[in-house]
């Protein structure tokens, strides 16, 4: 599988100042980040990655590149609200659909920079769409120093999309802060559930909900037919998503290579195996209710750099914890463990450095005497 990394953006109230894309998409990105600082502009960020875990909805399709780290959305309230946003919009209407073009305001250009290309700023008074409900924009005169950072973008092979068909009511399906990366996609043939494959254990992805055998069309992935994407694919079995869970948990803090697919195995077995001796249980290679707890535990030490106090016991510290972790995703935070939190917790694991060694030591709470 693909990594995912972390890239930088530049923060505004409300935006990200990092999100996560997929590893061998990242230096494009960075590339065009540099670029636009350069030229005295910004790249703001509503986010990247999706998380299997979020539903789709009316706003967000159940074929959207941002689940297969492809996509990225620049921060939605830095445009097309007022003539002093960081970007102005322009739109390109058609009958059939509208196109965004953003100009980016060049405040404090670097000249004496190797790759400042002077060329690509000019002085221009734009007519930038102000987005108004049940209307759709407005346009307002912006005169200033500008460039194209759609034009920065699709220099890197990162393409933008036109509007919804609701745009007009619903701000949400503008989608001017889109951008996607269709490198390697093949029309009609690239299925959307073999690129998620690529950055999520299958076992994740067969429970996901999403049109997993959708084709790629040039722009999106589509649906063949009805109940199509639901269809399984069994060129490709799924695992469990609760043992690919356990594995990218021994993975994270206990120094195992286990491959994430969610299938039981000799090489899983033995790393629960050391991590129940590590962590002062019998060794029987299989995930009761105490190892559970355990494994709970240490994910979540792993991701919040907070040690719990007693190991294999599901004690108010580890609930609390555990709900923190869930609201922190997104979830309800109810302190119980089901496959969505599953789901959450190994993308972020993901995330984490490779611990060098497995714990040694257990802080496991003494039985009572007699």
Not at 38 to 64: I, K, Q
Not at 205 to 230: E, M, P, R, T, Y
Not at 241 to 269: F, H, M, P
Not at 336 to 360: E, F
Request: proline fraction near 5%; hydrophobic fraction near 40%; include cysteine.
């Amino acid at each position: 599988m693909l990594a995912l990394k972390p890239v930088p953006a530049d923060h505004l109230p409300g935006g990200f100042g990092d999100f996560r894309i997929r590893e061998d998409l990242a230096d494009s990105y960075r590339r065009v980040l540099a670029r636009a600082r350069v030229l005295g502009g910004v790249v703001t960020s509503s986010g990247g990655l999706r998380d299997l875990h979020e539903p789709a909805t009316a706003g967000r399709s159940r074929t959207s590149l941002h689940y297969t780290g492809r996509a990225i959305d620049l921060y939605i309230e830095s445009g097309m609200r007022t003539t002093r946003d960081p970007y102005a919009i322009v739109p390109t209407v058609t009958e059939s659909r509208v196109t965004w073009t953003i100009w980016c305001e060049s405040v404090s250009p670097h000249p004496d920079d190797a790759s400042f290309d002077a060329s690509l700023i000019e002085e221009r008074e734009l007519d930038c769409a102000i987005w108004k409900a049940g209307v759709g924009f407005t346009l307002a005169k912006r005169g200033g120093r500008f460039f194209s950072l759609t034009d920065l973008f699709k220099s890197e092979s990162w393409f933008s999309i036109p509007a919804r068909a609701d745009w007009k009511t619903t701000y949400l399906s503008c989608e001017w802060w889109h951008f996607q990366n269709q490198r390697g996609l093949k029309n009609g043939v690239t299925k959307f559930g073999d690129e998620l494959r690529q950055v999520w254990p299958s076992a994740l992805v067969a429970g996901s909900g999403l049109a997993l055998n959708a084709i790629w069309s040039g722009q999106s992935f589509k649906v063949a037919a009805a109940g199509i994407a639901d269809a399984p694919q069994p060129e490709t079995p799924a695992g469990d998503e609760k043992v690919a869970w356990i594995q990218a948990v021994l993975n994270a803090s206990s120094a195992a290579t286990l491959v994430v697919d969610g299938r039981t195995g000799a090489k899983t077995a033995t790393a629960l195996r050391r991590f129940q001796t590590a962590n002062g249980f019998d060794a029987t290679g299989v995930c009761d209710a105490v190892t559970e707890t355990a494994l709970i535990q240490r994910a979540l030490e792993r991701l919040g750099n907070t040690p719990l106090p007693h190991i294999g016991e599901r004690d108010r510290a580890t609930t609390e914890s555990l709900k923190s972790f869930q609201a922190a995703a997104g979830l309800d935070a109810d302190g119980t463990m089901g496959p969505r939190t599953r789901a959450a917790m190994v993308n972020r694991l993901r995330l984490q450095p490779v611990p060098s060694v497995a714990p040694v030591t257990s802080r496991r709470r003494s039985a009572s005497p007699g």
